[in-house]
């Protein structure tokens, strides 16, 4: 009776079993990325990291029986071990088909390698079944096994057994030559680095196991019993596992973009569409007024004129969306109520259609501090897909009212007193799948769609400092609920006591660097009664308002452009004038919606805002509000 120390077992066991935990992650994690990417590498991947499971597992299993003195469980489990060795025969080939860049000859190569390595090791696995001896023998060679607990169980290796060992030693150094002369070709050490030092791993670890076999002794560590194969095996593929886990990602982030640019096409192509319709609007209504007006007929050249000043207002609503979701957006707020927005929007948006709008607000309906453009665009875009979600009919649900949350709401984690716009359809509802994607750019389910509706209304009332939730279920509509916060103050509109309109005339200053923009912002101030001088930058600015100081006659406003291409904007210009003239009235105007100073402009030293492209009205608006503010002053 031979006599063991089973303690000399306990730490190979220990490190197969680390191996086997390393071996069935890497599995997981290359199985996962096969399901989302179904690419023949990653599937390769995966019949490779199960094999190594395969072995490691059964080496595990075959050093325990040798601790609970079980042959015939260790002798199972070694031709299961010695037949997942067999397999990479076809694995290998199979795996650098895909992971090689290589060219038509080497795809064949690997390809008829491929089918080989499968025939030869489904004839090995038909012959370990019906021959055993053959391949590995399920009767106990105790000349040879049994001197230690970590050969216990293992069957005598047969004549295919040693076959598939010099097939195995070949296929891998094939792999290690077939690497090393791609990477000095191709210079791309990205991604198979990995994969040819984990090779060279369990390369060393496969001719110490077969020097072992052969002469009983180890080449590397010491000659306790321990499968370095199985540990070179296992940083062969989580090595590789690292090696096509960054190609994977490399790949994926390369299509994002390529989805991101087509999308940018349909965008530049939608927004040049719409473009062009407004523009064919605008230059045919003025073509037919100017002839109009050379032929006398005065009402009917007013009524082109107003159709073209339509068609460039809804241009400059399209670029403020685009701003809106490119950059953010700054809102310019003023505080009002969302009653009439949000009927006048929707009314509007749905005319025409075979969709009804129903309405339902709070009698005491609390304020907001909003940009009136860009929530209107919000109740636009949640209108419209729900327009288009019910192409055969249906009914909006639009309803506001005031709520305080006294405890975070669960989704967005917010608390506090808003004002809740809730907007609901009875379309067909957004599927499960995808309805947490719905505000991610780009993303649509209509062929026609550009995916930024949504995108932009998110971004509009995070800037607002609000939030929005969406419930919807197949079948059953979709509905959508906007947190806007609710303020104390009392809109503009519902003042007593203002002061009545300035009388609009003086000097004023304007700069701007564009002629046109100076051309026509010059008229219509003319046209309102003032005298207009004109600058093309900050530092011409600031020189013609210190003369016009000095000799006693200063400006009673002036309107600076924020950005001034190669020169001095207006907000390095407000405060020099500020140096010059603390009581200074000034005007900021820009076509960048995006900046902070439209929103907090007078944090900056401004009185007024005016963002182009502007109406005659809009501008005569913001002086008049500047007049008004100054005679209050005066009356004080």
Same mark, same amino acid.
């Given at each position: 009776?031979?006599?063991?120390?089973?303690?000399?077992?306990?730490?190979?066991?220990?490190?197969?079993?680390?191996?086997?935990?390393?071996?069935?992650?890497?599995?997981?994690?290359?199985?996962?990325?096969?399901?989302?990417?179904?690419?023949?590498?990653?599937?390769?991947?995966?019949?490779?990291?199960?094999?190594?499971?395969?072995?490691?597992?059964?080496?595990?299993?075959?050093?325990?029986?040798?601790?609970?003195?079980?042959?015939?469980?260790?002798?199972?489990?070694?031709?299961?071990?010695?037949?997942?060795?067999?397999?990479? @025969?076809?694995?290998?080939?199979?795996?650098?088909?895909?992971?090689?860049?290589? /060219?038509?000859?080497?795809?064949?190569?690997?390809?008829?390698?491929?089918?080989?390595?499968?025939?030869?090791?489904?004839?090995?696995?038909?012959?370990?079944?019906?021959?055993?001896?053959?391949?590995?023998?399920?009767?106990?060679?105790?000349?040879?096994?049994?001197?230690?607990?970590?050969?216990?169980?293992?069957?005598?290796?047969?004549?295919?057994?040693?076959?598939?060992?010099?097939?195995?030693?070949?296929?891998?150094?094939?792999?290690?030559?077939?690497?090393?002369?791609?990477?000095?070709?191709?210079?791309?050490?990205?991604?198979?680095?990995?994969?040819?030092?984990?090779?060279?791993?369990?390369?060393?670890?496969?001719?110490?196991?077969?020097?072992?076999?052969?002469?009983?002794?180890?080449?590397?560590?010491?000659?306790?019993?321990?499968?370095?194969?199985?540990?070179?095996?296992?940083?062969?593929?989580?090595?590789?596992?690292?090696?096509?886990?960054?190609?994977?990602?490399?790949?994926?982030?390369?299509?994002?973009?390529?989805?991101?640019?087509?999308?940018?096409?349909?965008? @530049?192509?939608?927004?040049?569409?719409?473009? /062009?319709?407004?523009?064919?609007?605008?230059?045919?209504?003025?073509?037919?007024?100017?002839?109009?007006?050379?032929?006398?007929?005065?009402?009917?050249?007013?009524?082109?004129?107003?159709?073209?000043?339509?068609?460039?207002?809804?241009?400059?609503?399209?670029?403020?969306?685009?701003?809106?979701?490119?950059?953010?957006?700054?809102?310019?707020?003023?505080?009002?109520?969302?009653? $009439?927005?949000?009927?006048?929007?929707?009314?509007?948006?749905?005319?025409?259609?075979?969709?009804?709008?129903?309405?339902?607000?709070?009698?005491?309906?609390?304020?907001?501090?909003?940009?009136?453009?860009?929530?209107?665009?919000?109740?636009?875009?949640?209108?419209?897909? @729900?327009?288009?979600?019910?192409?055969?009919?249906?009914?909006?649900?639009?309803?506001?009212?005031?709520?305080?949350?006294?405890?975070?709401?669960?989704?967005?984690?917010?608390?506090?007193?808003?004002?809740?716009?809730?907007?609901? $359809?009875?379309?067909?509802?957004?599927?499960?799948?995808?309805?947490?994607?719905?505000?991610?750019?780009?993303?649509?389910?209509?062929?026609?769609?550009?995916?930024?509706?949504?995108?932009?209304?998110?971004?509009?009332?995070?800037?607002?400092?609000?939030?929005? /939730?969406?419930?919807?279920?197949?079948?059953?509509?979709?509905?959508?609920?906007?947190?806007?916060?609710?303020?104390? $103050?009392?809109?503009?509109?519902?003042?007593?006591?203002?002061?009545?309109?300035?009388?609009?005339?003086?000097?004023?200053?304007?700069?701007?660097?564009?002629?046109?923009?100076?051309?026509?912002?010059?008229?219509?101030?003319?046209?309102?009664?003032?005298?207009?001088?004109?600058?093309?930058?900050?530092?011409?600015?600031?020189?013609?308002?210190?003369?016009?100081?000095?000799?006693?006659?200063?400006?009673?406003?002036?309107?600076?452009?924020?950005?001034?291409?190669?020169?001095?904007?207006?907000?390095?210009?407000?405060?020099?004038?500020?140096?010059?003239?603390?009581?200074?009235?000034?005007?900021?105007?820009?076509?960048?919606?995006?900046?902070?100073?439209?929103?907090?402009?007078?944090?900056?030293?401004? @009185?007024?805002?005016?963002?182009?492209?502007?109406?005659?009205?809009?501008?005569?608006?913001?002086?008049?509000?500047?007049?008004?503010?100054?005679?209050?002053?005066?009356?004080?």
């Amino acid at each position: 009776m031979i006599t063991f120390d089973k303690s000399l077992i306990l730490y190979p066991l220990i490190v197969q079993c680390f191996c086997i935990g390393f071996l069935t992650i890497g599995t997981i994690i290359v199985s996962y990325t096969f399901l989302k990417s179904r690419e023949r590498l990653h599937l390769a991947s995966v019949f490779i990291c199960l094999l190594a499971l395969i072995f490691v597992l059964s080496e595990a299993i075959i050093l325990y029986s040798g601790w609970i003195e079980d042959a015939r469980l260790g002798m199972r489990f070694h031709r299961l071990e010695q037949l997942s060795l067999v397999w990479y @025969a076809f694995a290998i080939p199979f795996f650098m088909i895909y992971m090689l860049d290589n /060219n038509r000859s080497q795809v064949r190569t690997n390809a008829v390698l491929t089918g080989l390595g499968l025939i030869f090791s489904l004839v090995v696995t038909i012959t370990a079944f019906t021959d055993p001896d053959f391949f590995v023998s399920q009767t106990l060679h105790r000349a040879t096994w049994l001197t230690h607990h970590g050969h216990y169980g293992r069957g005598e290796m047969g004549p295919l057994s040693f076959i598939k060992d010099y097939i195995l030693m070949a296929m891998m150094l094939y792999l290690i030559v077939s690497f090393s002369i791609y990477l000095s070709l191709h210079r791309d050490l990205t991604y198979l680095v990995y994969v040819l030092g984990g090779s060279m791993l369990c390369l060393v670890g496969a001719i110490d196991d077969l020097y072992y076999i052969y002469y009983r002794t180890h080449i590397i560590l010491s000659d306790m019993f321990f499968s370095r194969f199985s540990l070179g095996l296992t940083l062969f593929v989580m090595f590789s596992i690292i090696g096509f886990m960054r190609k994977y990602m490399d790949q994926t982030r390369a299509l994002e973009k390529v989805a991101q640019i087509q999308s940018l096409g349909i965008l @530049a192509g939608g927004i040049a569409h719409d473009f /062009n319709n407004l523009l064919t609007a605008v230059i045919g209504n003025l073509s037919l007024a100017r002839l109009k007006s050379e032929e006398g007929d005065v009402k009917q050249t007013g009524l082109l004129i107003q159709e073209a000043e339509g068609a460039s207002l809804r241009a400059r609503d399209l670029t403020r969306q685009l701003l809106a979701f490119s950059k953010g957006g700054s809102p310019l707020k003023e505080v009002t109520s969302i009653r $009439d927005i949000v009927r006048d929007t929707a009314l509007f948006v749905a005319s025409g259609s075979g969709v009804s709008c129903d309405f339902s607000f709070s009698e005491n309906l609390m304020n907001v501090s909003i940009d009136i453009n860009q929530i209107s665009q919000v109740v636009q875009n949640m209108v419209l897909n @729900a327009i288009q979600a019910m192409p055969k009919g249906g009914r909006i649900s639009l309803s506001a009212e005031n709520i305080n949350l006294f405890t975070r709401d669960p989704k967005s984690g917010r608390r506090g007193k808003f004002v809740k716009l809730s907007i609901r $359809d009875t379309g067909p509802g957004i599927p499960k799948k995808i309805i947490h994607r719905i505000f991610d750019p780009y993303f649509t389910t209509r062929e026609s769609g550009s995916g930024l509706g949504l995108t932009v209304s998110h971004s509009i009332i995070q800037n607002h400092g609000g939030f929005i /939730n969406v419930s919807s279920r197949e079948g059953s509509g979709t509905l959508f609920e906007i947190f806007l916060p609710a303020t104390g $103050d009392t809109a503009a509109g519902e003042t007593s006591g203002a002061a009545p309109p300035a009388d609009l005339s003086g000097s004023l200053l304007v700069m701007d660097d564009d002629a046109s923009v100076l051309s026509v912002a010059t008229k219509m101030l003319e046209h309102m009664g003032f005298t207009v001088t004109q600058a093309l930058n900050g530092q011409q600015a600031v020189e013609l308002y210190t003369n016009a100081l000095g000799v006693g006659r200063p400006y009673d406003c002036v309107i600076l452009d924020l950005t001034i291409k190669g020169g001095t904007g207006g907000r390095e210009t407000i405060t020099a004038l500020k140096a010059v003239n603390p009581d200074i009235k000034a005007i900021v105007s820009s076509g960048y919606s995006n900046d902070p100073v439209l929103s907090n402009y007078r944090e900056y030293g401004f @009185a007024g805002v005016i963002v182009k492209p502007y109406r005659f009205d809009e501008l005569r608006k913001v002086l008049s509000s500047i007049m008004v503010q100054s005679l209050r002053r005066g009356t004080q």
